[in-house]
């Protein structure tokens, strides 16, 4: 068993969900030039497709090589597990993902990208925040449908060999169908908010909703371990 790769497996799981998460973190810290703070968080989604494309070639090497079998539905629960637990930050005080925030601005001038100083930013510690279940619903959703575009095809594959090749054309589908409500209604409602001077009292309604998403089908994976 290589447990380089399957360190990169992980890990690359807990950062793409992070990185996208996060990206909506620090949009809402904007106070002032707000197109530039939407800007660099986008900058932090389009990285998770590095993390995603390290999970792919990782996981896909350890199946085709058998070097892991079936027991790769436990390392990806694991990953989606430790995922959840890094979610968790978000549930946290504003003030307590500075040091978070102050690396990921480092990183930026690392590579000379303009950016705000962690001054204009807004750390708000008093905000009221507003149940919308509906976002926490749709978020909760599209956070699964994306889980098992990751780990479905890869864990039919090693059931159905003969149809590997049919069964990852559906990565794309499944990653679309996961897309429709992030497009449609959450990231239209979250943008609507921002220019309202409300997405803070909404944020943690989608946290959640990608923190259950992420735990639900962690188990899930850890069901058919098991079983």
């Known amino acids: 068993m290589n447990y380089f790769l399957l360190i990169i497996l992980v890990l690359s799981v807990v950062l ?15 106070k002032e030039s707000k197109g530039s703070i939407i ?5 932090l989604i389009y990285s998770s497709r590095i993390f995603a494309f ?23 629960s694991i990953a989606l597990l430790l995922s959840a637990l890094a979610h968790l930050l978000f549930y946290a005080k504003k003030t307590r993902m500075k040091s978070v925030v102050k690396i990921y601005l480092f990183i930026f001038s690392t590579f ?6 962690i001054e204009s930013l807004s750390f708000k510690s008093d905000v009221v925040h507003v149940k919308n279940k509906k976002i926490f619903l749709l978020t909760t959703f599209s956070t699964i449908l994306f889980n098992l575009a990751l780990t479905l095809p890869y864990l039919m594959s090693m059931y159905f060999i003969e149809f590997r090749l049919t069964i990852s054309s559906f990565i794309p589908m499944l ?16 943008f609507q908010a921002m220019d309202e001077g409300k997405v803070d009292a ?5 946290y ?3 923190c259950f998403g992420l735990f639900f089908t962690s188990i899930i994976l850890l069901l058919i371990f098991l079983y």
């Open 202 to 206: 909404i944020l943690r309604n989608y």
């Open 208 to 210: 959640r909703g990608r």
């Open 175 to 190: 990653n679309f169908l996961a897309a429709v409500p992030v497009v449609f209604y959450i990231d239209n409602y979250l």
């Open 112 to 117: 000379r990208i303009r950016a705000p100083s």
């Open 54 to 76: 390290s999970y792919m070639v990782s996981i896909s090497y350890l199946i085709e090589s058998g070097r892991i079998d079936k027991d790769i539905a436990l390392f990806i």
């Open 39 to 43: 800007s660099l968080g986008n900058m």
């Open 16 to 30: 793409i969900y992070f990185s996208e998460t996060f990206s909506w973190f620090f949009k809402s810290l904007g």
